[in-house]
């Protein structure tokens, strides 16, 4: 028997990324929808997926899509489709930048945070694709629990109280005397996740959605691009650091560079997979 245990991921939801997919998910969230559910999809490189009730349910009304505002990387979460406009409940984590979910209308909503990633990644592997989402749909963790005891779950989910702004950094008198701070930067080089990440944006990205790099031209220089996708969200921050051309510039104008997390929308809030149920333990279309 293997030993289990509880741990927290925490997902930061974008409002402005999808707007309907954003108040889906806290609507569920808020009924508890997510409670015990198990993670019954795990492909390792492409998505973790789940969003199937622990009891069965009515068949859920779907949603209009979203337009597709943000890209489908490493660490975003997205609702899972049999077609357009198929969207219930059902969302998938992706593991990788999967920019070819983009052109088929998957719009993420939200980004796990911090070192929530190590989390997912650890989410159990062994059944892959295997479990019959009909016979969850019918049975609910009934099924599961039987013939999938090793199942990942999320024990429950809840919304973070609304309107507690992060804490913010407190300067102490000596440190406001003291010379701003030389920003840690890096150019991002060939085979770095940041200079594919970058290559992307640049030769394709920015032709395909324009609306997502203001200020840019696919002219505009590979430390350009870096720097906007180091200031766009917490996930690519983590990914891509300041550029040092940036933070020369931000140093000599004394002015600190920072990870920009994003906005924390009213229509999400930060959202916590709190008690995630861990036993220690190629890409096929998406499907809900």
């Given at each position: 028997m293997r030993y289990k245990e509880t741990v927290n991921v925490t997902v930061r939801v974008h409002p402005d990324w999808a707007p309907l997919?954003?108040?889906?998910?806290k609507k569920l969230v808020e009924q508890g929808w997510y409670n015990d559910a198990g993670v019954f999809r795990v492909v390792k490189g492409f998505v973790a997926q789940f969003g199937l009730p622990a009891k069965s349910q009515p068949d859920m009304e779907r949603i209009a899509d979203d337009?597709?505002?943000?890209?489908?990387?490493?660490?975003?979460?997205?609702?899972?489709?049999?077609?357009p406009n198929t969207r219930t409940s059902q969302l998938f984590i992706n593991y990788a930048d999967n920019h070819f979910l983009n052109q088929q209308g998957f719009a993420p909503f939200g980004e796990v945070l911090g070192d929530g990633?190590?989390?997912?990644?650890?989410?159990f592997a062994g059944y892959a694709e295997h479990p019959d989402q009909r016979k969850i749909q019918a049975e609910g963790n009934a099924y599961l629990d039987i013939n999938f005891p090793q199942m990942t779950k999320f024990t429950k989910v809840f919304v973070k109280s609304a309107g507690k702004p992060e804490p913010a950094r407190r300067e102490t008198p000596a440190a406001k005397k003291e010379a701003p701070a030389a920003v840690q930067c890096l150019t991002a080089?060939?085979?770095?996740?940041?200079?594919?990440?970058?290559?992307?944006?640049r030769e394709q990205g920015i032709k395909e959605h324009p609306e997502w790099y203001p200020g840019l031209t696919s002219s505009s220089s590979r430390e350009e691009f870096q720097a906007h996708l180091h200031g766009k969200t917490h996930a690519l921050s983590l990914v891509c650091p300041?550029?040092?051309?940036?933070?020369?510039?931000d140093t000599a104008?004394?002015?600190?560079?920072?990870?920009?997390?994003?906005?924390?929308?009213?229509?999400?809030?930060?959202?916590?997979?709190?008690?995630?149920h861990i036993p220690l333990h190629d890409p096929v279309p998406i499907t809900g």
């Open positions: 997919g954003a108040e889906r998910f337009k597709v505002k943000h890209a489908n990387m490493r660490g975003t979460i997205t609702f899972a489709t049999s077609g990633m190590a989390v997912v990644d650890s989410f080089v060939e085979g770095t996740d940041c200079y594919k990440q970058v290559t992307w944006a300041v550029p040092c051309t940036t933070a020369r510039k104008a004394g002015g600190a560079v920072g990870a920009a997390g994003g906005a924390v929308g009213a229509a999400g809030g930060a959202v916590h997979h709190a008690g995630v």
